[in-house]
């Protein structure tokens, strides 16, 4: 079991009533883009500890994390009272194989996530690697409103350092939004409107696609691609569906 390390809170950014960023300073281990640590708060004389993945790329500093208040969560509640100077736990290695490394070269890479679940993609961006190993990048965030969709910034600048090689595609569940996709990613998949809309088609010989966040998304999106041809990407039988389910 790795160790806790104090962590010190730099910012707790408050985007809505339910997303909300923590930075924070703390001497955490090297770790790959879309690994996850533990966080931990000790809530009435007991340690409560969740994972989360870092938004952060590695050696950044102060590590970042994106997460969102579930009902009646206990951590992700607490953790919306913490202010700049307060304590937080933070294991100090890192884990998971949600990472690129796990992940076959081609073409296109497509990047799926569904509300805090792109906080991994934003670690992998910002490294070489998926510039070098891959023509294009797709990246796609499912929220239910408009002001879900944060880190517009991030995504903008990735837009200007890598052109058309960079392609962003917002899904908005519950309003019109101009330049989203209204509904789920699944259905987009089956009807050919995610295709339409960024103008690169969903291939086993050329995509590689990577699925984080609601674990219902995950299910059905991988049923779509199976039904295209796609399969798991596992280390003994390479495919081209990586997941990672947050609940
Ligand atoms: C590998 C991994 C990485 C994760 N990374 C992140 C992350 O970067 N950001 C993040 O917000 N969460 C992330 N999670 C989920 C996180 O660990 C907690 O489960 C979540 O914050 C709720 O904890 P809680 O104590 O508040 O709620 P609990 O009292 O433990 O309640 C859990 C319930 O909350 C709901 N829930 C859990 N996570 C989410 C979510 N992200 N969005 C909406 N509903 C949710 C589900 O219904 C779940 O059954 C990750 C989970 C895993 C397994």
């Given at each position: 079991?790795?160790?806790?390390?104090?962590?010190?809170?730099?910012?707790?950014?408050?985007?809505?009533?339910?997303?909300?960023?923590?930075?924070?300073?703390?001497?955490?281990?090297?770790?790959k883009?879309?690994?996850?640590?533990?966080?931990?708060?000790?809530?009435?004389?007991?340690?409560?500890?969740?994972?989360?993945?870092?938004?952060?790329?590695?050696?950044?500093?102060?590590?970042?994390?994106?997460?969102?208040?579930?009902?009646?969560?206990?951590?992700?509640?607490?953790?919306?009272?913490?202010?700049?100077?307060?304590?937080?736990?933070?294991?100090?290695?890192?884990?998971?194989?949600?990472?690129?490394?796990?992940?076959?070269?081609?073409?296109?890479?497509?990047l799926?996530?569904?509300?805090?679940?792109?906080?991994?993609?934003?670690?992998?961006?910002?490294?070489?690697?998926?510039?070098?190993?891959?023509?294009?990048?797709?990246?796609?965030?499912?929220?239910?409103?408009?002001?879900?969709?944060?880190?517009?910034?991030?995504?903008?600048?990735?837009?200007?350092?890598?052109?058309?090689?960079?392609?962003?595609?917002?899904?908005?569940?519950?309003?019109?939004?101009?330049?989203?996709?209204?509904?789920?990613?699944?259905?987009?998949?089956?009807?050919?409107?995610?295709?339409?809309?960024?103008?690169?088609?969903?291939?086993?010989?050329?995509?590689?696609?990577?699925?984080?966040?609601n674990?219902?998304?995950?299910?059905?999106?991988?049923?779509?691609?199976?039904?295209?041809?796609?399969?798991k990407?596992?280390?003994?039988?390479p495919?081209?569906i990586?997941?990672?389910?947050?609940?």
């Amino acid at each position: 079991m790795s160790e806790w390390v104090q962590g010190t809170v730099i910012e707790n950014i408050h985007w809505t009533q339910n997303l909300f960023s923590l930075r924070i300073n703390a001497p955490v281990d090297d770790f790959k883009a879309g690994q996850f640590t533990s966080l931990g708060l000790d809530i009435d004389g007991e340690r409560t500890a969740r994972p989360y993945s870092f938004l952060s790329a590695p050696g950044q500093q102060p590590i970042e994390f994106f997460f969102y208040t579930a009902t009646d969560g206990v951590l992700s509640n607490a953790m919306v009272a913490l202010e700049a100077g307060d304590e937080i736990f933070v294991k100090r290695e890192a884990n998971g194989f949600f990472t690129l490394d796990e992940v076959p070269s081609a073409k296109t890479l497509w990047l799926l996530g569904t509300g805090t679940g792109v906080a991994p993609y934003f670690s992998m961006l910002k490294t070489d690697e998926p510039w070098q190993r891959f023509e294009r990048v797709v990246l796609v965030h499912a929220v239910r409103q408009h002001s879900d969709l944060r880190y517009q910034g991030l995504i903008d600048e990735l837009s200007h350092e890598y052109g058309a090689r960079f392609v962003f595609q917002a899904f908005v569940s519950r309003e019109d939004v101009n330049g989203a996709i209204k509904g789920r990613i699944p259905e987009a998949i089956n009807s050919g409107e995610l295709e339409r809309s960024t103008g690169i088609a969903i291939t086993a010989e050329d995509s590689q696609l990577m699925l984080c966040g609601n674990p219902e998304m995950v299910a059905d999106t991988t049923t779509a691609l199976k039904a295209r041809g796609l399969s798991k990407n596992r280390r003994r039988t390479p495919g081209q569906i990586t997941v990672e389910k947050y609940w």
